[in-house]
């Protein structure tokens, strides 16, 4: 039951931590809005007075794309890549979002104060950094070897070296499950190795790690419950944002935008609940009751 | 009374029937080059072991000194054929038969002619298109007794091959066996006035990369023995199935027809399908059968639409192959009343490559086959009417924005998919579609053949109208079927009909239009440059008495004078329409024959031009950019807010979820 009181206490953390939800939603915006402003004035200026953007809009319109693509790529090319820059200035500071995130929500009987949340930041931004990029790495050798069984299962991927395509689906029927699995396990000891970082409040990160890991092993059926229970929230989340927007007419851009907003702040929310479940179950398991004061 | 043995007895003879396979009915070719051929496959060795007879007519008014055959198993035996030097002597092709000594042969062990002269030792090979010694993929053999006008001879030949380990269109893989251009196979002789022979010559090119074949009709007469176990399907009709030992002895019988190709597999399971009157014979790899309906829904449009546009399909029977994952080499052939697609068993039910296929391998069947056009010289005389067909075919029944793929909100229609290919090319202007096919060098050479040409024709079919250019078409067909004629031949048919439906409209003929599409390498780009609206000037001077100086009345009513200002881009240049709107709603739709490199359009009224349109049908397939084809005083200020606000959103899911990372 552990699992579900954690996960009722991390609605509970998000919702207590409303101005913080709604910060972190609002910088996430800001970023979109850097990346996405240069595209208004771009299509204005290319293609805002051809009848054929206006004709795009009765629905997918390929050939209007290639031309866009293929006339004005080179102008959408750089305001790609100028989202891109943001985007990854996005990552980063998301990296220092976190560590302001998991020192505030580990103190939960002290009101919100936003001068906490960016000290936190600052003071575990190294620390979550390093953490990053190991898990990343840790990603990248989790696919890399499903990549390599993958490719001893299907012959090097030779579809003339293979009766038919059986084994290439059943490398896919039994190897995708298994690093999804893998995955989600990466995603979830990355999570503790976190909460773990900002609760020893040390500069090295190798041990913490590793009794992460031994925690979330030695309570593996409670911390994979919780985990699959915010899973099962933000699928919740999807297929209900995609049910609205079936039934919105596509037409009515402005109620999608406000939709979209609706998804991307449900998301923000979803990422407190997350961590502020897990951050609860951790308390519970190793029966601390809240963060040495910074 | 059982009817059982009388049924059986039925079955057996109904393969023998003449309304089965039209034997002994009147021949619909001249039937200059036919074969009788006894092979037997050697699924150990991988070799062909064959007995070959062949009765070849001259149809000129020529004395022919010899005789010349494609050889076209020897492209594979080294590094040094043509073929090979083509492909750069590298590439996925070349390396399988590298790594798997793949390489393949044909040794003709005997030939003797009809009186019993052996011409082994005289025979040679010869190298007419590039002069590469290393090439062996065109025999001539000299004839001690020539053949007159109008003669005939007959030439028995022993032949072995070893086939390849899968190399392009033909060979074998594991248990599966492809075998095209398999056989040693007469070129053509041309007599003079027949395409571009000046004077009687044979047209019998050494085997390209690019291209594969042309050849005379005939009558096939081909017995296949192959293990026992094999299905083995092939172009013509199932004379008989004979058992000896552990091999099967498949006869078949092709009339009419330029080629034979077959393919042979244990694993191979049958649907049979009848459908106005051609028997449909599917073969598949078991885990593929769940295809077979959409096999059979496409050849069922494809059979309508060419029957209906061009005339019934001329041939009893026709074999689907669905090649297996290994045998993909073999894919998107076609052949006479065989021909071959490509899927793979969870292919969604949106892309729609096995119909597309499918679509455009049948309608070769009428242009490539029947209108046996030369393909190593002129493809885009096959290739590129039938693509264009295969484009109009898919577009009309399966939706012209969703027939080449719809899938979780992605959609492209076969004529777009087409437009992108060509205009994607990274020089669009490399080569005329017209350019001799088998020296193309350029890896354009596809999108060329294909895509440009079915751009053109889309371009015709915008002007003149589908109904004309499906006459036209039609016209060709029944003109040139079980002929060979040239791309002179096919636009001379169009402007002769083109012109008896509209007069001298388009000119007296089509040269300008195939000289810009065909022979020429310019681009088509029509542009709207500008909109303008300005005040009517008051009028002023002396309008009456010379003296009188008396400015006449002048309207309460505000007047503008407007133009519209085009530009053509481009080289190229076609008749169009141009639509100008007024404030209002009042439209005009103005011709301009596309000529000058400017053009405006001026009006003078109470309504300011609001937009203006060239090409609002979109009939001009060719021109390259449709988003300036087009210019509205208003900007769509609500449609730029949409794009920009559905792009941060997408931004925004992009963001969170890398920050999953963080």
Known sequence: MKAFTAYLTGWKTALQHWRMWLGLYLITLLFALLAALPLRGFLSKTVGQSLAFSRSFEGFDYTFLRDFLREYGQGFGAIMNQAVGYTILYLLFSVLLMGGILSVIGQRERAFRWVDFWQGGLRFFWRMLRLAVYFLLLHGLVLAFFGFLF??????????????????????????????????????????AKIHAVQVGRRWLFRPTLRAIRLVFRHFGKIALLYLLNVATFALLMVFYWWLSESLNSGAYFGMFLLGQG??????GLKLVNLGSATWLYQQLLNVHRWPSP | MDWKPLLALFTLLLPLSPGFCRAGGQPLSPRIASYDIQAR???ARKKVYAHQSVHWKNPSADTVRELRFHLYYNAFKNTGSSFAQELGGSGLFIDALKEHCGW??????????????DLTRQMGYIQPDDDNEGDQTVLRVPLPRPVPPGDSIRVELDWVSKIPHWAIRTGYNLSYYFMAQWFPKLGVYEPAGTRFAEKGQWNCHQYHANVEYYADFGVYNVALTVPKGFTVGASGVLQGKKQEGDTQTWSFRAEDVIDFT??????????????????????FYPYHLHLAERYLKAIHYAIDFCAEHFGPYPYPCLTIVDPPLHGTFSSAMEYPMFISTAAVCLLPEGVKTPEILIVHEFVHQYFGQVVASNEQEEAWLDEGITNYYEARIMDEYY???????????????????????????????????????????????????YSKTTLLLHTLEGLAGAETLDEAMRTYFERWKFRHPGGADLTSVVSEVVFQKYGPLFGENLDWFFEQGLYGTGMCDYAVAAISNKPKPASAGIFGELDDCTQPAQSHEQAYRSTVTLHRLGELYFPLDVRITFEGGRAVTEQWDGRARSKVFTYEGPEKVVSAEIDPEQNIALDKNLI????????????????????????????????MLA
Do not use: C
């Open chain 1, 151 to 192: 490719y001893r299962a299907t012959k090097g991927f030779a579809p003339f070296e293979l009766e038919s395509e059986a084994p290439i689906l059943r490398a896919i029927r039994l190897f995708l499950p298994l690093y999804l699995l893998l995955a989600i396990l990466v995603f979830m000891l990355h999570d503790y």
């Open chain 1, 263 to 268: 998804l991307a702040a449900g998301r923000v």
């Open chain 2, 41 to 43: 496959l050697d699924t």
């Open chain 2, 104 to 117: 393949s042969w044909m040794d003709i062990r005997s030939l003797k002619d009809e009186y019993g002269n």
């Open chain 2, 262 to 283: 077959w393919t042979a597999s244990p694993e191979y399971v049958e649907v049979e399908d009848e459908y106005r009157g051609i028997r449909l014979r599917l073969l």
């Open chain 2, 399 to 449: 939706g012209s924005q969703t027939s080449t793929v719809d899938v979780l909100g992605f959609r492209m229609g076969n004529m777009e998919s087409n437009r992108a290919d060509y205009f994607g090319l990274s020089d669009p202007q490399v080569s005329e579609i017209a350019h001799t096919s088998w020296l193309f060098r350029e890896e354009s050479f596809h999108t060329i053949t």
């Open chain 2, 628 to 659: 300036n084809n087009s210019l509205s005083l208003e900007p769509e200020r609500a449609g730029v807010r949409k794009r920009m606000l559905q792009f941060l959103v997408w931004m925004q899911n992009v963001m969170l979820s890398l920050s």
